[in-house]
């Protein structure tokens, strides 16, 4: 009785499993990365009793835009498509007559049979469609349960000290590389793989990333609050931290980081505040400029002083001295400023002889833009036709002592 039913049963599967199957996938939302296919088995359906691990050669497989689809055999990645469209398998190790030559595949049937019969009638066989997620993974918050260490330099002001930030955001990743998931994180699942399974490690791993990353960006000589304005350089520090936990050992890359402003703690927020602003007194005329400020709202108040102005500056003496050091200190100030002030370059005349014709600058004996020849020059020396006054050095045009033409 076992071996007629297992002979019944080997031969009843092979003619169920003749059918070619059409594997679907419904929209993948973001708390799912992978999910297996389902076969498409309507109510006009003939193929329902067909083996669920088994996938019959010429069977359809229908892949949406972000999507891959990913076929295995005994656990094995046989199969792999990212393409938008429909996939036929025809390499199945399982025979259907309705796919290639029809003695062919009756011939194969009957050694599936075979071989189902040494099993007791089930197919020794595990044939499966996976659907993976490539799709941007969003929403995922993250928070830096401790400070992470970040140097402040600005090299203008020589401000260079050591200071802690705490930082909160979402981040997106996507799954990169299908078959690097499946291997080494997901495996054969019965039905889907949610983000949910993966999450807290992913979150962990993420905020490790993050502190090294960030620190890298103190190079940049940015200030703690530019630094969410600074996303494309944290992605790609962000992601070249994580190349060997999630590149290389699960196949995900980070896509996306939105951060809040970072926080510091109040007295180093004050500290570099403080040094920034007094970063501008280094400057004379900035220094000139306050002092003037301070200066006359001190006057003011002395002004409006109900005992009278005089008693607000104690005395008229002492009002004079310090209002002539006062005056003092803002002039010099202010010439130190002027000092520092680029300097317009002092315009030089072109060397050379100019033509009549208004070209400068000819170094020849004729004019570089008209050939006129150089005028000789005047003799040095010589007397006043009409005075006879006498020259000395080059000849003038006209007489200094009776005005006449020479």
Known sequence: ???????????????????KEFFTCDALDKNTIMVRGQKMITGRSSNTKGNDNVISNGSGIAVAD?????ITDQGKVVEVCAEPGE??????????????KLGTSILESFKTIGKRFTFGGDPARDQRVYYFNTKEIID????????????????????????????????????????????????????????????????????????P????????????????????????????????????DRGLTVVKIAMNPPTLPEEDAEMIKTAQRNAIYANPAMAAGALAGNTADAVKLAAAN?????????????????AGGIGANLQGLYAQGAQMQPQAPVQQAPAGWTCSCGAAGNTGNFCSNCGTAKPAAPAAGGFCPNCGNKFEGAKPRFCPNCGKEV
């Open 213 to 248: 990353a960030i620190s890298r960006l103190s190079d940049l000589e940015i200030r703690p609050n530019q630094i969410p304005g600074h996303n494309a350089e944290l992605e790609q520090y962000v992601n070249e931290e994580l190349t060997k936990s999630w590149a290389e």
């Open 140 to 211: 995922n918050k993250f928070g830096t349960a401790t400070p992470i260490p970040f140097r402040v330099v600005d090299s203008k002001i020589g401000l260079d000290i050591d200071t802690a930030l705490r930082c909160n955001g979402v981040y997106s990743f996507k799954v990169s590389d299908p078959i690097i998931f499946y291997t080494k994180v997901c495996g054969n699942v019965k039905e889907e793989y949610k983000v949910s399974e993966i999450a807290d490690q992913l979150k962990t791993e993420f905020v490790s990333a993050l502190g």
């Open 1 to 19: 009785m076992g071996l007629i039913k297992a002979i019944v049963g080997a031969a009843g599967g092979v003619l169920a499993d003749q059918w």
């Open 87 to 100: 996939y036929t398998y025809d390499s199945s190790s399982e025979p259907s007559i309705f796919a290639g």
């Open 66 to 70: 972000g999507q891959c689809m990913i």
């Open 306 to 322: 109900p005992n009278g102005a005089m008693n607000g500056f104690v005395g008229m003496g002492m009002a004079g001295g310090v």
